[in-house]
């Protein structure tokens, strides 16, 4: 069986959760190579094709060029479509599978490219339904980015051979809201990429040395927030916590790190606005050691973000053995509830 594994996300900007959980799940994937004779990881972006063949993986590259992002959109109309199928011009993606003889592909992320498969099998990861429960932030609202979210489900759910979630909650609601056939879904928790790096090279990186050249606020508490500045992660929930401890003379300093994904002003504004430079620090985008020398070295972890119901900081947390703070309405399940610190902003 000849296996593409489908990598999607840009090393140099897109450096997410979601980017990394790709890593440690093409990891995973990989390791069936024993198994089966032919595994290869399938990318679209240059940067992402560096990061991944200094990994040692197998690659095929499919260009994603202006002319294959032109088709891609002509094929979002279902009359250019059903005429395209008829004269038999199928999609740039469908042709690079077709010409490269895979028997199936696995998607790590919910990629748009699923809908280009044509007759060849795909397995595909649903991280989360937060177009759903969240529907008012602007990143649900923006660019149609709901009723992109809604036609992808929807299509997907009844081609794929497989689809993985990270919670029964996401799984009870793809068949309850789109009426997923419940055996194909499988419940699969996320797995951290930090920690398995972490075990790698804590005895060939001086983390403590790398926390340093943060240039940090020296004799504080720190509390880290390891997200991209999206709206719905609720940095207001923070700064608004920083003022009351700051009031307090707490000794507490905040620490939030990501990608900017279109919220990062607002929120430099309102620690400006508040003069909490010396309570919150902004650091630019991390290395992924760099991440960890902040987990080694703070005294909690925050996360009050709207969407879930999990979320990768909540297990590295456990890994570097911190406490976590995390928003309660997210904590169905009652032994992840008796695990963390739950914090309600409702």
């Not at 240059?46 to 202006?66: A, G, M, P, V």
């Not at 992660?233 to 608004?240: G, L």
């Amino acid at each position: 069986m000849k296996i593409g594994i489908f990598f999607e996300g840009r090393k140099k900007k897109d450096m997410g959760g979601g980017f990394y959980l790709q890593v440690r799940n093409a990891q995973l994937i990989n390791k069936l190579k024993d198994e089966f004779s032919e595994i290869y990881l399938i990318s679209s972006d240059d940067n992402t094709s560096n990061y991944l063949k200094e990994k040692n993986y197998n690659l095929k590259n499919f260009r994603y060029n202006f002319l294959n992002k032109y088709t891609s959109k002509l094929f979002t109309f279902n009359y250019i479509k059903d005429f395209f199928q008829k004269i038999k011009i199928h999609h740039p993606f469908y042709n690079f599978l077709k010409k490269n003889d895979f028997d199936l592909i696995v998607f790590l992320n919910p990629s748009n490219f699923a809908n280009f498969c044509g007759d060849k099998s795909f397995i595909i990861n649903i991280w989360d339904l937060d177009h759903k429960y969240n529907s008012q932030f602007p990143e649900h609202t923006s660019n149609y980015t709901y009723e992109k979210r809604e036609k992808l489900i929807s299509n997907v759910i009844f081609r794929a051979f497989k689809i993985f979630v990270p919670h029964e909650k996401i799984k009870k609601d793809l068949v309850k809201i789109y009426r997923c056939n419940e055996e194909i879904i499988e419940v699969q928790t996320l797995i951290p990429y930090p920690p398995e790096l972490y075990l790698e090279n804590k005895n060939k990186i001086d983390y403590n040395k790398l926390f340093l050249k943060l240039n940090l606020p020296i004799n504080k508490k720190y509390i880290i927030y390891p997200a991209a500045y999206w709206p719905h992660k609720n940095h207001k929930y923070i700064i608004d916590a920083a003022l009351k401890l700051k009031s307090a003379k707490k000794n507490f300093h905040f620490i939030f790190c990501g990608p900017d994904i279109g919220n990062y002003k607002y929120i430099k504004k309102n620690i400006t606005n508040n003069k909490l430079e010396n309570c919150i620090s902004t650091c630019n985008l991390l290395n992924d050691n760099e991440l960890i020398s902040l987990y080694l070295n703070c005294s909690a972890v925050i996360m009050p973000t709207y969407g879930g119901p999990t979320n990768l900081p909540i297990f590295e947390s456990f890994f570097f053995k911190k406490p976590i703070f995390y928003s309660d309405q997210l904590l169905d399940d009652s032994e992840l509830k008796n695990s963390v610190i739950s914090i309600d902003f409702s």
